[in-house]
């Protein structure tokens, strides 16, 4: 990105940019499907959003950081909460969601589809 790395506008998006595991450019840079973001009338940076697969790589990513080790070796009770939260944030709308939560939780898809029941039958869905 050729912006200047101080100004204000990419100091207050970038955390946001990089939680989602997004891209910063320049405006030039920006396609039609970039959002480009302006201060005080002037286009400053464009954001390029990651595609929705990538964006649960990224989520998953964060939640091991997060956790401090690999998602498979958290206990059962912390998988079933770490569901819950992936369920909020759409995880299972992405194409192979569950595939991808199975495989980084290493578990089965069978056993986030319970997790995910047994939430919803508590819930009385």
């Keep these: 990105m050729t ?14 940019v990089d939680a989602m595991g997004a891209e910063l450019l ?28 990538e964006s649960l790589d990224h989520i998953l990513a964060a939640m091991e950081r997060r956790h401090g080790m690999p998602l498979a070796d958290l206990d ?18 992405v194409r192979h969601g569950v595939e991808t939560v199975a495989g980084a939780l290493g578990v089965s898809r069978f056993t986030v589809y319970n997790y995910l029941n047994r939430d919803n039958a508590a819930k009385g869905e």
């Design 26 to 53: 320049s405006p030039e840079q920006a396609a039609d499907d970039d959002v480009v973001l302006a201060w005080e009338g002037a286009d400053v940076i464009a954001v390029r959003l990651p595609q929705l697969s």
């Design 76 to 93: 059962r009770k912390t998988k079933q909460g770490v569901v819950r939260t992936l369920e909020a944030r759409g995880a299972f709308a």
């Design 3 to 16: 912006e200047p790395a101080d100004h204000p506008l990419l100091t207050a998006v970038k955390p946001l």
